[in-house]
């Protein structure tokens, strides 16, 4: 996920961190083809940015997978403890099956 909101933080980690998310979205994403995945963020996540995850969903997408992606205002990720958190646990609940 190129779009990283505050790797500046620390650049050497930032620099690595950028050459894996290129070497991730044009050499691994588009091996992973006819899965159906579920994508949760939190749109104030202060690592990656949301624009970030909804170009890995469209990554994903492009590579013949069902994509649905849930977004949750005001969390970041630490989200199964965040805003949105038990609606996030019912989700992953629902994904897995558990009844």
Same mark, same amino acid.
């Given at each position: 996920?190129? =779009?990283?909101?505050? !790797?500046?933080?620390?650049?050497?980690?930032?620099?690595?961190?950028?050459? &894996?998310?290129? !070497?991730?979205?044009? $050499?691994?994403?588009?091996?992973?083809?006819?899965?159906?995945?579920?994508?949760? !963020? %939190?749109? =104030? =996540?202060?690592?990656?940015? @949301?624009? %970030?995850?909804?170009?890995? @969903? &469209? /990554?994903?997408?492009? @590579?013949?997978?069902?994509?649905?992606?849930? &977004?949750?205002?005001?969390?970041?990720?630490?989200?199964? !403890? $965040?805003? %949105?958190?038990?609606? @996030?646990?019912?989700?992953?609940? =629902?994904?897995? %099956?558990? /009844?």
């Amino acid at each position: 996920m190129k =779009d990283t909101v505050n !790797y500046e933080e620390n650049l050497p980690q930032g620099v690595e961190l950028n050459d &894996s998310a290129v !070497y991730m979205e044009n $050499d691994l994403v588009p091996q992973v083809k006819g899965e159906k995945i579920t994508l949760l !963020y %939190g749109e =104030d =996540d202060l690592t990656f940015s @949301a624009k %970030g995850f909804e170009t890995f @969903a &469209s /990554k994903l997408r492009a @590579a013949d997978n069902e994509v649905r992606t849930f &977004s949750f205002p005001k969390s970041g990720h630490m989200l199964l !403890y $965040d805003n %949105g958190g038990e609606k @996030a646990k019912k989700i992953i609940e =629902d994904v897995i %099956g558990v /009844k």
